[in-house]
């Protein structure tokens, strides 16, 4: 199984709403990423955990929230997002040793649009 | 400051023709460079990854030339089909990383016309 799996596929929610996202894995990989992409741009990193303890945060606001409960599952909880925070938000994973066959896996992402 | 600088932002190619696209590096520290397709609406799929102690790297259609003096890599897709349409991303990861971070281009769409 090289699978990243996120949901939900497709987001709408309002400033005040609270959501999650969801990332699950199941190559046995300990680290884990959030990537937010906007269109036409590539993938900018937010956080990195490495077993399941946030390593990188890349000062990122903190209306976005990690969390990793265990080696497979990687949350991203949302509070009072801004409409620029409409974006695909990518869950990837990867082995934390960087051998010549590691290579980062993505999932399809969240589209996430704040109305 | 964008570490890997990749080009160009569009590409249009015939079916049947030659796809090319370069990217550029300062930090000597990267020794992983891989390519990522991605298509609309998808997470990025690794296409072709290479070492820095490799001048080529072929599978199928898709090569990687590297030129480490240069700090310059390029992506070439021969026989290029409608279904290679997709964005293209260069990436890049430091020596000795354990963390996997990879360093993205700024994307390349291509569109092959049939």
């Not at chain 1, 909880?77 to 040793?97: F, G, N, R, V």
């Not at chain 2, 079916?15 to 991605?38: L, M, R, V």
Request: net charge positive; glycine share 6%; with cysteine.
């Amino acid at each position: 199984d090289t699978e990243v799996t996120q949901t939900p596929k497709h987001l709408v929610m309002g400033m005040t709403n609270k959501k999650s996202l969801k990332c699950e894995q199941h190559m046995g990989h300990r680290a884990m990423y959030w990537y937010k992409q906007k269109a036409k741009k590539p993938p900018e990193l937010m956080f990195v955990y490495s077993y399941e303890k946030l390593s990188i945060n890349e000062s990122v606001p903190s209306r976005f929230s990690p969390e990793c409960p265990n080696s497979s599952l990687l949350n991203l909880h949302l509070h009072a997002l801004q409409p620029e925070d409409s974006a695909l938000y990518l869950c990837a994973s990867s082995p934390i040793l960087t051998t010549d066959d590691t290579e980062a896996f993505f999932g399809q992402g969240t589209r996430l649009t704040v109305v | 400051q964008q570490q890997v600088k990749q080009s160009p932002q569009s590409l249009i190619v015939q079916k049947g023709g030659i796809s090319i696209i370069n990217c550029a590096y300062e930090n000597t520290a990267f020794d992983y460079f891989p390519w990522y397709q991605q298509f609309p609406g998808k997470g990025p799929a690794l296409l072709i990854a290479i070492r820095p102690d490799v001048s080529e790297k072929k599978e199928g259609r898709f090569t990687i030339s590297f030129n480490k003096s240069a700090k310059q890599f390029s992506l070439h897709i021969m026989d290029s089909q409608p279904g290679d349409s997709a964005t293209y991303f260069c990436a890049a990861r430091k020596r000795g990383s354990t963390l996997g971070r990879l360093y993205f281009g700024r994307g390349t769409q291509l569109t092959v016309w049939p």
